[in-house]
């Protein structure tokens, strides 16, 4: 059975920086590429960042670009996401989701998400 | 960046109602397109990729149609269980983008 785990989320002041991290079992982590995605409360849903299955390709949304950092290590099954010089506007759920495959880049598993709170 | 408009915004219907919802995108996305259904409290679930194939154990009562710019959710015989918010996706062109979302609700 397929499970990611979200960690890390919390209340950060503004300017702040927090890691979140994703725990993947139930498949063969190091062969999908994986996403962020976040949803601001009573909000829809918006992509973050992507990255390859091997790390060697990363994407982000203009409104994290610069700030936020994904990565992975396979050997320990695990995603990451590193935000800093957080804002307001950063405050959501994230979510961890893996892609369904190379060529077809629709999520077939999300995770339960991390509520990040950006506040003073 | 590719603009999903989902209409209409909120749907009200009754169980055993047939329900149509609608996805349009600025530009063609050709069939990389998804729908995601959320319930309160709960992360999203897969239900339709490839604009028409439904996922792992998603009942057949739903249907995805369209290629290019026009999609479709269609939902034949509403259960109770499927009053949720439904959002379409396209997974075409980086960044992947997502409509706002229709509040399918009990009338």
Known sequence: EVQLVESGGGLVQPGGSLRLSCSASGFTFSSYPMDWVR???????????????????TYYADSVKGRFSISRDNSKNTLYLQMSSLRPEDTAVYYCVKKYATGSYHYDFWGQGTL???SS | EIVLTQSPGTLSLSPGERGTLSCRASQSVSSYFAWYQQKPGQAPRLLIYGASSRATGIPDRFSGSGSGTDFTLTISRLEPEDFAVY???QYGSLPYTFGQGTKLEIK
């Open chain 2, 87 to 89: 959002y379409c996706q």
């Open chain 1, 39 to 57: 949803q601001a409360p009573g909000k829809g849903l918006e992509y973050v960042s992507g990255i390859r299955y091997n790390g060697g390709f």
């Open chain 1, 116 to 118: 990040v709170t950006v």
